[in-house]
């Protein structure tokens, strides 16, 4: 968001602030401030005349600067009403040289998910991508999809859904798929040029338009989207900006650790037991040959962990 309406914005959910008051504050003039207020009322920010001034009277459920307004981090944000794919769209602004963008969108008509699988896209859902520049190995990428997992699951939680992760990347509730992420990488072997993450949640989701898995509304009731978004987002950049944090946080909230496993490997098929993870994401699995390391594949649960 435009940094001089972010400011007016904090200082009207504070309480009602005169026009001259946001001017002399802002050394802007009174003219300015105006044209801020009506650009926000144009994004759909209720903000009414009172006696004392303006006042912010209602946010907008979804948008670009409704998840700007709530976001901690600096990122950016890019809102379309409806877009092919974002991670489509995230590796332009990739390539153009974007850095700490999230681009989003009410709607997407091609999206994909791992091994270029379709990805359903209902209305409600959130759909959203991050731009990203970390200065690690290439071989460090895999840790910031598991990073996305766990800012995914906690922002659940925080909805009171008990979700928790299947490795690698699948957010789940009662082993129903709520959340994928889909990370694409352009690099070197001792670099990351950018990361490109995303995330594909079913939020506001009608149970009637899953084809499979659950929603959090289908959970715990319909959430405030700006929100559920910009905690992930959030949750995200404090786990990245500490990369020894990712995988602890990531191994608290698994699923798959103690599960018996079947995994699909572009080469083979492995079955065990499920025992930790390693980073920057490999699941070590636990065969009737030893320990196995498991860098890529499908995983699936074979029974109910004890």
């Known amino acids: 968001m435009q940094e001089t ?3 007016i914005l904090d200082r009207l959910a504070a309480g009602p602030v005169s026009g001259p008051t946001l001017a002399a504050d802002l050394d802007i003039s009174r003219a300015a401030v105006w044209n801020h207020v009506e650009t926000l009322r144009d994004d759909g920010f209720e903000i009414r005349d009172t006696d004392d001034g303006y006042t912010l009277a209602g946010v907008p459920e979804f948008g670009g600067a409704a998840t700007a307004f709530e976001l901690d981090s600096e990122f950016a944000v890019e809102f379309h009403d409806e877009l092919a794919s974002t991670n ?3 590796r332009e602004r990739a390539n153009e040289g974007a850095e700490d963008v999230v681009v989003v969108a009410e709607t997407q008509t091609g999206g994909r998910g ?5 990805w359903s896209s209902p209305d409600g859902g959130i759909y959203a991508s991050l731009v990203v520049r970390p200065d690690v190995p290439s071989a460090h990428a895999p840790v910031y999809t598991l990073a996305a997992a766990v ?4 922002a659940a939680r925080e909805t009171g859904v008990e979700a928790d992760i299947k490795w690698p990347n699948d957010v789940q509730v009662d082993g129903k798929k709520l959340a994928g992420i889909l ?3 352009e690099g070197e072997a001792d670099r990351v040029s950018w990361l490109v993450v995303g995330v594909g949640a079913n939020a506001n989701v009608d149970a009637a338009d899953l084809p499979c898995g659950t929603s959090i509304e289908t959970e715990t009731g319909p959430i405030t989207r700006r929100a559920f978004l910009a905690s992930i987002v959030d949750r995200f950049a404090d786990l990245t900006d500490d990369v020894g944090s ?3 946080a990531w191994r608290e909230r698994a699923s798959t650790l103690g599960q018996q496993v079947r995994v699909e490997t572009p080469r083979e098929t492995i079955e065990g037991e499920a025992i930790d993870i390693e980073f920057p994401g490999t699941l070590l699995v636990e065969t009737d040959d030893g320990v196995r390391r498991v860098t890529a594949g ?3 649960h074979l029974r109910p962990r004890e």
């Open 151 to 154: 800012a995914v699951a906690d």
């Open 88 to 90: 489509a769209t995230a």
């Open 298 to 300: 499908d995983c699936e």
């Open 114 to 118: 791992r091994l270029d699988r379709e």
């Open 246 to 248: 990712i995988v602890p």
């Open 5 to 7: 309406r972010a400011l």
């Open 183 to 185: 990370t694409e990488m």
